[in-house]
């Protein structure tokens, strides 16, 4: 990484907050200081991440406190819909190059000369930013709607670079992004010579950061080192929290005992004075008189210790609030029916081509209980292949068979009703649970019953991928054969591990797309399927 200077600040956030239009308020009360360097901002899917980077680029209004920016900023959010148009509409130089079009064609119109103004060398600058990116077979006439989400992923980022920001605020840049891609990415982030605030969950990025915010429920926490410092500060904090939690639930406990102790005490003593009462040889205004000072006092102390339960019972909830729970580190999946052939996928002499061929004559083979990985470049068509596979598109020529009930739980989680909540969804897709059982085994994940009750439509892209993973796995019956397409390109980090951690108690047939080295290595990937094309 390349060194700089760590004294010039760019960005400044005072007491910063948003509230939504259906009256959530995701964060409050924010304070953040950034300065030239790679920064990362992390935390759970929910969290307001995306929301916050908006605000501090400028694309969105906070309704609290404010952000002192110094130099221009550049923002690239994560692309939620598909591209059309050409990559020069994207690039938003299309103007320009038709202009230029039409002069090599003999135009003399003034108005082409005034679009073109000084960008004459325009193409030429284009093929050095494609090339510098892996792009270079692009041409800026090439139509969007056949990029891939990695292609596309890139030329946003050449579109923020166009207008020469002093500084960049990157959401999960390396999305759908594949290896070589991801490299190139890497090493253009640490020769930035600006302010770079990277929002992601790609552990391998993280760890080329001088800092990382994590944000949750209680704020914003800066950690200073890359993620395998934070990801170690993190597990000391969550052990020494979790101590805490448990010394907590001892305190409230004795407090309890105490409580009922005392009641009981007060409530021998009350009978013995009543006793006595009946029996004393007193005045009846003396005998009233020391009842009403012994209910006073009895209430007194009945006060007290109420307010000591209370008082440990919200210091517990908010050592609560502080902790990360793990969510589902161990899934317990009920494992797959297993019978008939092991053969699970068969695909012989496959021919297919949108403009330009694909695939030919390509043949592949998977048996069960096998653990493969799709490798290939992007645009190489390892998502056309999983939709040969499942039926959504059909070859000009071969065959393929598929012997196993399968789910396909791609980039878009189509899989999915947008227009149901998780609960319906689950419902749908894996019937045969109690309601409880349902609302449990969402929680597992992450999707708390707020949650639950949201239309996917409404989710972020994790939860949505939460709820698809729920429906996939976490059902009676989990399917034998799995097809993943970049699971964990909307997932946070614990959620990462959830997965992780259920892929490998998994035992059915696993087909993967994923760039994310970390999750191939942690999932124990048998076997590499290289996909290739001719671009």
């Known amino acids: 990484m390349s060194s700089r200077s760590t004294s010039t600040l760019w960005l400044h956030a005072r007491h910063l907050g948003h509230t939504l239009p259906d009256g959530r308020t995701p964060f409050s009360d924010l304070e953040l200081v950034l300065h030239h360097g790679i920064s990362a901002l992390v935390g759970r899917n929910g969290a307001g991440k995306s929301l916050l980077a908006r605000i501090l680029a400028g694309v969105l209004s906070p309704t609290q406190g404010q952000v002192e920016r110094h130099g221009s900023i550049a923002y690239v959010a994560q692309r939620a819909t598909a591209a059309t148009g050409r990559v020069a509409d994207l690039l938003g130089c299309a103007p320009i190059l038709d202009a230029l079009h039409r002069i090599e064609n003999g135009s003399c119109a003034a108005e082409d000369f005034a679009a073109v103004g000084n960008d004459w060398d325009l193409p030429q600058r284009l093929h050095q930013w494609f090339s510098r990116f892996g792009l270079a077979h692009l041409a800026p006439d090439t ?20 207008h020469a920001p002093d500084h960049l605020i990157l959401d999960e840049p390396s999305n759908h992004l594949d290896r070589g891609a991801r490299r190139q990415l890497a090493e253009f982030i640490a020769q930035w010579p600006g302010g770079l605030l990277l929002i992601s969950h790609d552990r391998a990025l993280l760890d080329g950061v001088q ?5 949750d429920g209680m704020g914003l926490h800066r950690y200073g080192g890359n993620y395998r410092f934070y990801a170690a500060a993190r597990r000391q904090e969550q052990e020494a929290l979790a101590t805490r939690i448990a010394q907590g639930k001892t305190a409230l406990r004795r407090e309890q005992r105490e409580q009922r102790a005392a009641l009981e005490r007060q409530q021998q003593r009350l009978a013995r004075g009543k006793r006595e009462r009946h029996t004393a040889n007193q005045a009846k205004v003396l005998l009233d008189r020391q009842k009403e000072r012994s209910d006073h006092s009895s209430g007194r102390l009945a006060a007290t210790q109420a307010a000591g339960v209370q008082r440990q019972a919200e210091t517990l909830q908010a050592l609560e609030q502080r902790r990360e729970i793990p969510i589902g580190l161990r899934l317990a999946l009920p494992q797959p029916q297993a019978g008939g052939t092991r053969t699970v996928i068969a695909v012989e002499g496959l021919d297919f081509a949108y403009a330009a061929p694909l695939f ?15 490798r290939g470049a992007n645009g190489s068509g390892k998502s056309t292949l999983l939709q040969l596979i499942t039926g959504a598109l059909q070859p000009r020529r071969g065959k393929v068979r598929l012997h196993r009930p399968w789910v396909l739980i791609d980039q878009h989680t189509s899989m999915l009703d947008a227009a149901q909540t998780p609960l319906e969804n689950f419902r749908r897709l894996a019937p045969g649970l109690a309601e409880s059982d349902y609302r449990h085994r969402l929680a597992r994940l992450g999707l708390d019953a707020a949650c639950a009750a949201v239309e996917v439509q409404n989710l972020s892209g994790g939860e949505r991928l939460k709820t698809a993973l729920a429906c996939a796995l976490l059902g009676p019956a989990p399917t ?4 993943l397409d970049e699971p964990t390109n909307n997932l946070d980090l614990d959620a990462i591990a959830a997965l992780e951690a259920a892929l490998n108690d998994y035992r059915g047939t696993l087909l993967v797309i994923s760039h994310d080295e970390h999750l191939l290595q942690a999932i124990g990937i048998t076997r590499e399927i290289s996909v290739t094309s001719d671009k």
């Open 480 to 483: 034998p054969l799995l097809l």
């Open 360 to 374: 030919h004559n390509f043949s592949l083979c998977i048996m069960q209980g096998e653990r493969c990985a799709l």
């Open 211 to 215: 800092e990382i915010h994590h944000l």
């Open 143 to 162: 139509a969007a709607a056949r990029l891939s989400g990695g292609e596309l992923a890139r030329l946003d980022l050449i579109a923020a670079l166009w």
